[in-house]
Nanobody
């Protein structure tokens, strides 16, 4: 499956952005989807993950209560709604697809990766 992330940009602290990740190729609904991010000078970190049906979601501690992941299997798209953004949310955000495995927070279970979209939060 090919993944294309979009929606990044420059936003002030406290603002919102919605990232999208469009999938093409193999059946999107067969994959658990996740979002990861890499801040400047840091390792890639887990943001959020959603089950194939969309019924189960997981969030990293730093984004709980502020970010919401969702998916539309009819549109082959996964979203990340980001509210109350902070300067520490500045990073390149990547979407990823997993055919299976655990834990959901581990990048190692994700087989496919998008190219990333840059989010910059100004304080």
């Amino acid at each position: 499956v090919q993944l294309q992330a979009s929606g990044g940009g420059l936003v002030q602290a406290g603002g919102s952005l919605r990232l999208s990740c469009a999938a093409s190729g193999r059946a999107f609904r067969n994959y658990r989807m996740g979002w990861f991010r890499r801040a400047p000078g840091q390792e890639r970190g887990f943001v959020s993950s959603i089950s194939r049906s969309g019924g189960t979601t997981v969030y990293g501690d730093s984004v709980k209560g502020r970010f919401t992941i969702s998916r539309d299997n009819a549109k082959n798209t996964v979203y990340l709604q980001m509210n109350s953004l902070k300067s520490e949310d500045t990073a390149v955000y990547h979407c990823a697809g997993s055919s299976g495995g655990y834990p959901y927070t581990s990048s190692g279970i994700y087989d496919y990766w998008g190219q990333g979209t840059l989010v910059t939060v100004s304080s």
